[in-house]
């Protein structure tokens, strides 16, 4: 059974509804706080004037005391409260302002008052002394103005409560609307733009906020979007034109002994085999390029000496090249792939050897934890604006140079990325005496 698909809500809708749910639930607990806290004051109100009124009884002139506990008498020394009772200790009302039975059956310790809610009233009763005798005094209110009041209320929130949601969730969606609009425009735009289209940008509403930030950083990933694509172009191009032209030699080479019997010159021969083995290292090159941009090199983690692989390329570059070799090799350990730190050596001797007018230098350190490699020639060096640009693919800073003399342009792209393999850097700079000085740092061992 297919599983249903899971239907998302919009991010204004879920916003909405967690302002109306926060607000509800806040309002409810607001509310439901409010009313018991009125009714506890109105209340503790209520208690205290029922306080005030059994210490009046206490405090009355003795003449106005009920005289013979037969003789019920209308008596109320209080009048602000509703009701004041005193009944002996046989539990006998002897006068009040209800002398028919006492409102409650309290029996409150010496010193000490007794509370109670009974019939709709608010009662308290003490021990008091009067003429020598003992009595109760009872006090009441009725508790009907404080449920009116806290009823009141009640229903003012049943209505304000509801309405306040409903207000809070119209606003809430609007803001949401208003803050969420720059967003579905940056949406549209990115919607709108196509392979053929990565220059156009999304509008920036200004600012610093988070919406801004967004369009900043959308811009800033259509750039790089770009020059990547930019960058694949030329690579796509750069490629097949140097793999055109080695082609294109051999093909000849091909149809020419072909329509000579099957017999070709030593020179054409020679020139096929070079072109073959520049297609080789070509198609090699864009091989090792190819897997470190899917996702590395997977090279060897091994000890290597890096001053021993740097000793045996000036022992080669002594034997292949007419200009003189200096070395200063410090010995230095680094981890990592001796064939791949091989290939970085030779690729930076070669285009010292192409740009070299007399000598190489060749120079192994240590700095500040790191393993530092330098190659230097005495040529023409790199102008500082190009210093960047000659680590991408296919760049020959020297349009006028023959592909015979000026390799691939895939040497210095290969070295910085096995130095970066590596955990390294690779960078180009202006040789004390003139010329260009390539340093690659790699960390090293202790």
């Known amino acids: 059974m297919a599983a249903r698909p899971v239907t998302r809500v919009g991010v204004r809708r879920r916003l909405v509804w967690a302002t109306v749910a926060v607000t509800a639930v806040a309002l409810v607990l607001g509310a439901v706080a409010g009313i018991l806290v009125l009714r ?24 106005s005391h009920p005289h013979g506990s037969d003789d019920r008498v209308q008596w109320n020394p209080h009048q602000k409260v509703a009701v004041v009772q005193l009944v002996d200790s046989s539990g006998k009302l002897v006068a009040g302002s209800r002398p028919d039975t006492p409102v409650a059956d309290l029996d409150p310790e010496p010193g000490q008052t007794a509370r109670t ?11 008091v002394a009067l003429d020598g005798a003992d009595y109760t005094a009872v006090v009441g209110e009725p508790l009907r103005p404080i449920n009116v009041a806290v009823n009141t209320v009640v229903v003012m929130a049943a209505v304000a ?24 425009r940056i949406r549209e735009q990115v919607a709108a733009i196509g392979e053929a289209d990565l220059a156009r940008r999304v509008p920036e509403p200004g600012g610093e906020d988070e919406i801004a930030r967004l369009a900043a950083t959308m811009n800033e990933m259509l750039a790089r979007l770009e ?10 191009a750069d490629a097949g034109h140097e793999l055109r ?16 019997g099957g017999l070709t010159d030593p020179d054409s021969l020679r020139t096929a085999q070079d072109e073959t083995r520049r297609l080789g290292a070509l198609v090699g090159d864009l091989l090792l390029l190819a897997r470190s941009d899917e996702g590395g090199l997977a090279l060897r983690r091994d000890e290597v000496d890096l001053d021993d692989v740097v000793d045996a390329e000036r022992v080669r570059l002594r034997s292949t090249t007419d200009l003189a070799v200096e070395a200063s090799l410090t010995p230095v350990k680094v981890r990592g792939d001796r064939d791949a730190l091989a290939r970085l050596v030779r690729n930076l001797a070669d285009n010292a050897a192409r740009h070299g007018r007399t000598q190489i230098r060749l120079v192994t350190a ?5 393993a530092v490699l330098e190659v230097s020639d005495d040529g023409p060096g790199v102008p500082a604006g190009e210093r960047d640009r000659v680590f ?8 006028a140079r023959g592909r015979s003399t000026g390799g691939t342009g895939l040497g210095l792209a290969i070295v910085r990325e096995i130095a970066r393999e590596h955990g390294g850097t690779a960078e180009v700079v202006e040789a004390p005496g003139g010329g260009a000085l390539f340093r690659v740092r790699i960390p090293r061992l202790p």
């Open 245 to 260: 032209s080695p082609l294109t030699t051999i093909t000849s080479v091909l149809e020419l002994a072909e329509r000579n």
């Open 392 to 399: 991408d693919r296919f760049v020959r800073l020297d349009d």
């Open 227 to 236: 020059s990547a694509q930019q960058a694949q172009r030329r690579f796509v």
């Open 366 to 370: 240590e700095d500040a934890g790191d």
């Open 161 to 184: 409560v509801p309405l306040t949601v409903v207000l809070m969730g119209l606003l809430a969606r609007r803001l949401t609307g208003r803050a969420l609009a720059p967003v579905e």
């Open 40 to 63: 506890q004051v109105l209340l503790d109100s209520t208690e205290s004037t029922l306080t005030t009124a059994i210490e009046e009884i206490e405090d009355s002139p003795t003449s």
């Open 117 to 127: 809610e009974t019939d709709g009233l608010l009662v308290l009763s003490k021990r």
